[in-house]
């Protein structure tokens, strides 16, 4: 047999760094109050997978003098986490990336992924008799979350980043009315009726590539986009935009990120149709309440690229 790709490495290695770098110098978009973040409590979980020939004799042969043991890559990670200085969930994969490479000469790249896990400052008593953010209590949330990959590979001169992809994962947004999906083809296996307003819940992930690789890792964040600052674009958007369906959805979401984001180079929408099923209604037919819908559910993708991309 032939070994056409090796690759192993470590996935769940979650990373609870305190005191990082703050993320300053954010564009201001009009969709969204997002500028910036203190970084009090940095928390990623970083998943690395090694790239090389070297390691194939530990296939072939169970030789493992080549082998960087999974759990030396955790210690790796997060002592490394510490030198840190950077404010961004990009920044910190190409830093670990790069350490790696520079460390573990066997190693010909390295493909990483990083996925946040969100933590809310807790609203505390301010000096005025308001509320103010804490800076020391933190509260999980299960609420979407930012999310990065790239790969880096190890170059004669240096080490370059070769793919990358950005992302806001896990998103489940409700619109209570302004959708509608009508006019469809009807045959005799059509039963859906044709909806002028319905209650609109999606799940939707959103990935995006800058045009340059540099602009994702860039240490002044000008044209780095954050993925809250484009979850609060998408928001605005599916509140203004009567969508007459899901793909109508997603393309004005497309259109607004690229007018906002022109250093992005294409984008990527993974949406899941949760329409909630009616159950009953008042009289004057404006209060309902609704129910889950039972499974299958709609999966409708997009990759777009900008008009001179
Ligand atoms: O927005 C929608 N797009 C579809 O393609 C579709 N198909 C369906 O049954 N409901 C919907 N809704």
């Known amino acids: 047999m032939n070994i056409t790709h090796i690759e192993y490495g470590k996935c769940a290695v979650t990373m609870y760094r305190s005191y990082a770098a703050p993320?300053?110098?954010i564009t201001p978009i009009p969709e969204s109050g997002f500028t910036g973040r203190a970084n009090r409590l940095f928390a990623v979980d970083v998943e690395v997978h090694v790239l090389g020939d070297h390691f194939e004799a530990a296939y072939t042969k169970g030789d493992n003098q080549a082998v960087v043991a999974t759990d030396t890559m955790k210690n790796f990670i997060l002592k490394q986490g510490l030198a840190f200085e950077g404010a961004t969930i990009e920044g910190l994969l190409h830093f670990?990336?790069?350490?790696f490479l520079d460390t573990y000469a066997d190693m010909a790249g390295m493909k990483i992924l990083g996925r946040e896990q969100p933590f809310m400052a807790a609203q505390v008593p301010?000096?005025?008799?308001g509320l103010e953010?804490?800076?020391r209590l933190f509260s999980r949330s299960r609420d979407d979350f930012g999310y990065a990959e790239?790969?880096?590979m190890r170059g004669a001169q240096a080490h370059e980043?070769?793919?990358?992809?950005s992302g806001r994962l896990g998103m489940q947004l409700i619109k209570l009315t302004g959708s509608s999906f009508m006019n469809?083809?009807?045959?005799e296996h059509t039963t859906l009726p044709e909806r002028r307003d319905r209650p609109l819940f999606i799940y939707l992930d959103v990935y995006w590539r800058y045009r340059q690789a540099a602009n994702a890792v860039a240490s002044d964040h000008r044209d780095y986009v954050d993925a809250q600052q484009l979850r609060d674009l998408l928001q605005v958007v599916f509140h203004e935009f009567?969508?007459?369906?899901?793909?109508?959805?997603?393309?004005?979401m497309g259109e607004r990120i690229f007018a906002r984001y022109p250093q992005l180079g294409e984008l990527h929408f993974e949406a899941q149709n949760r329409l909630w099923d009616t159950a009953f209604e008042a009289d004057d037919g404006h209060a309902k309440t609704y129910c889950d819908p039972r499974p299958p559910y709609g999966h409708i993708m997009l990759t777009v690229t900008p008009d001179d991309g």
């Open 150 to 152: 790239m790969t880096v």
């Open 23 to 25: 993320l300053t110098g």
């Open 133 to 135: 953010a804490s800076d």
């Open 184 to 187: 469809f083809p009807r045959d």
């Open 96 to 99: 670990l990336a790069t350490r």
């Open 126 to 129: 301010d000096s005025q008799g």
């Open 242 to 252: 009567n969508s007459l369906s899901i793909q109508h959805l997603v393309h004005a």
């Open 161 to 165: 980043i070769t793919a990358q992809r």
